[in-house]
Every structure is written in structure tokens, then in C-alpha cells.
């Protein structure tokens, strides 16, 4: 299966503490997209890269949050200080210019 | 401000008949709209798209159609199936230009009867 492989699936962890996701696209996605989801909302853009290049960040996307692609590749998403608040779903999506994007199956956080 | 409006959480209808799911948006400037279908435990599956120079288009089961002076768009999928249990998430995208991230709605529950 070549579709978008987040790791780890789930993470808890108590609250200060730092995490940091990651992201395998497609392999010959260009744009890759970070999303956030809470309980009975849609997805919410945080950050979007194309190629190496973060071209876009949401105010969703505080300060502790940091995001790289380095080789244009994968990807990671950090949260340091973790809150309460930050317990989501976070979603990363791939895609081709113009085309649909695809998501992985996401990784669950939990802030003890 | 909620951009793209799913107004309905759930709809549940009986095997072989026809869903429909609905979907209101407020930006103009929206000029491509996707539905997506997720699993519990899985993340969102690509369905269908229409690009706003179109008002229908068809895959299979699944037709989408829009109505760009009401701002509305609605997934119908035919017969229904089971298996197609589901949320479904409409979703919005800017025109060529702007960053291309998507908008979506808060999701419908399909829940499809034997």
C-alpha cells in the first residue's frame, strides 16, 4: 500500500510535556498538507508545504507548534508544552498540484 | 466564521434507496469542492469533486451536483448501500493562487439500513 503513512497512530502524554508526529506522503506528492481534527468538527488546516517550502501556516498554528519537511519528503509536526487543548486527531494529506489530496489515517493525541 | 455548512449531523435511510447529503458554503471565491468519506479509526477517503465551472458530475453511485447561485452542493448516491455507512465531509478549495488548503464542513452521518 502506497498511500499516507502517519506514525505513531496514537500518543498520550501528560500535559508540558513536547511530541512530534510524522508524516509520509505519496511518494511523488509535492504538497503536503497538515490538518487538525476535534470531536464532531470537519479537519482544520494548520500548514501547508510544497515541496521543502512551508508556504502557508493557519492562526490555528500557535507558536509551539512547529512544522518541517525537510528533503521535501516526509514531514514532522511538533507541539511543545502540550495543553489540554491540543488533544485532537492530527491529519496529514498529500498531494499532486491541483489534485485531490489524500489523507493518512491520522495520529491521536491525549493530553493527560 | 463557518465557511462550508453541513447542517444536518445525520440522515439514515433504507438499503437501495437514495441518499442525499447536503452542503451550503459562504465564500464565493471557493472554486472546487470535494466529498470525503471516513471510517472510524480511519482517516478521510477521497469520493468525488466538481469543479465550479460545472454543476454535475457522476462516478458510479455517486453524483455530485452544484448550484453555485445558491451556494449549495449536494452528494447523492444511488442505490445506497450498507457499506456505505459513514461520515461524509464536504470540502471547499480556493482558486489557483491562494494557499489550496481545504475548508470542510462538520460531517454527516450516513447510516444506510438493511
Known amino acids: 500500500d502506497t498511500g499516507v503513512s502517519q506514525n505513531p497512530r496514537h500518543k498520550i502524554t501528560k500535559r508540558g510535556q513536547n511530541v512530534t508526529f510524522r508524516c509520509d506522503p505519496i511518494s511523488e506528492h509535492n504538497r503536503l498538507y497538515w490538518y487538525r481534527q476535534t470531536l464532531g468538527q470537519g479537519p482544520e488546516f494548520l500548514t501547508y508545504?510544497?515541496?521543502?517550502?512551508?508556504?502557508?501556516k493557519s492562526r490555528l498554528l500557535s507558536d509551539r507548534f512547529s512544522a518541517e519537511r525537510p528533503k521535501g519528503s516526509f514531514s514532522t509536526l511538533e507541539i511543545q508544552r502540550t495543553e489540554q487543548g491540543d488533544s485532537a486527531m492530527y491529519l496529514c494529506?498529500?498531494?499532486?498540484?491541483?489534485?485531490?489530496?489524500?489523507f493518512g489515517d491520522g495520529t491521536r493525541l491525549s493530553i493527560l | 466564521d463557518q465557511q462550508v455548512k453541513q447542517n444536518s449531523p445525520s440522515l439514515s435511510v433504507q438499503e437501495g434507496r437514495i441518499s442525499i447529503l447536503n452542503c451550503d458554503y459562504t465564500n464565493s471565491m471557493f472554486d472546487y469542492f470535494l466529498w470525503y468519506k471516513k471510517y472510524p479509526a480511519e482517516g478521510p477517503t477521497f469520493l468525488i469533486s466538481i469543479s465550479s465551472i460545472k454543476d454535475k458530475n457522476e462516478d458510479g453511485r455517486f453524483t455530485v451536483f452544484l448550484n453555485k447561485s445558491a451556494k449549495h452542493l449536494s452528494l447523492h448516491i444511488v442505490p445506497s448501500q450498507p457499506g456505505d455507512s459513514a461520515v461524509y465531509f464536504c470540502a471547499a478549495r480556493g482558486p489557483s493562487g491562494s494557499a489550496r488548503q481545504l475548508t470542510f464542513g462538520s460531517g454527516t452521518q450516513l447510516t444506510v439500513l438493511p
Open positions: 508545504f510544497q515541496n521543502e517550502a512551508q508556504l502557508e
Open positions: 494529506a498529500s498531494s499532486l498540484t491541483a489534485q485531490p489530496q489524500h
